[in-house]
């Protein structure tokens, strides 16, 4: 009955699907699951995270800073660049809403590759941009299915003001060089805003791999957008960032939500950043068990695609769906792939090494 007030680019929208309902699966499991569906840290958040959120208890009254100073000022001293080059956001997605809000709309068009991130093209339709997705390198690529950054160039015309791009990608895993980025930026319109979603940067190792943080003092389009979602592990608590140069920094900051990052968040991230040695134990056994587990499925045949990431792209061909199912009756969550036009695939997050044995006992009990 309100359909004719909702305004005409939400009236068609559909939202962020988050997978498997977890919390109801939770109800109804009698033991702990194993969650392999959302690409969480299964090691958990560094002690120091915890004990400032503990101590930040006393202060839920009262507001967070709204600038976030101890956190950028932090941030800024670790990526070597300025506090005035940085933006929070409530978790990266928030981020990713409002750099469409600020630089699409209908005839603002955003470009992202096919099979990229699912939040790029809700965010272009959240504010009616016309959307266009890049075809992906073919399957049988070395890189199957990742970014075909000449397609990409190619999709961007006169009407193109955004361009989203996860390096490493989520789903694929996949990802680009440095080099193959530079060129990528140079045949781009300097007015193009490009970002590239970073999300998965700490469990990179691949050595033609470096961030996009070190050309943004060249590019004045360019965004480089981080989360403590996932190497931090503090999903829970929503705190991502953008880095980019003060001026398109600035326009992100007229739509900022003035309190946008909780009180916890801030205090939590920051006690992280000072725990390297704790988020690199974690990326260390998650590229032991990366490897591990990627020829583990490889050796009973399945296609596993390359990642430099927390989480595995494995094609299952058409049992995937039938194994989603027979893993979840036996506690175990991986993560859909539909809604990426990828149903022959489950997305599995990379877990502790017992939970991936758990994982390999209950395929091949399937199998
Ligand atoms: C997980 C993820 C994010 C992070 O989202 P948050 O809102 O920071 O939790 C961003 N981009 C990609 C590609 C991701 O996979």
Redesign the pocket.
Known sequence: MLEHRVQPAIRGLRAYDPGHDMVALRRAADAALVELG??ENPYGPSPLARDAVVKHLDELALYPDPRGGDLKRALAQRHGVAVEQIVL??????L?MQLAQVFAGPDAGVVASQYG?A?YSIAAAAVGAPFRAAPALAMDHAMAAGHDLDAIVAAVDANTHLVYL?NP???TGTWCGIDAIERFLARIPDDVIVAI?E??AEFVDAPEWASAIALVARHSNLIV?R????AHGL?GL???YGIAQPELIGWLERVRESFNVNLLGLAAAEASLGDPAHVGEGVRKNKIERERLADALRSRGLFVFPSQTNFLLVRFGEDAARIDEALRTRGIVPRPMGGYGLPDCLRITIGTADQNATLLAALDALR
């Open positions: 959302s690409n956001g409530d978790g990266s997605h928030e990713l991130f939040v996860a990608n989520n789903p979603d999300a998965y957008l989360t403590f979602s996932k999903a929503r705190v991502g």
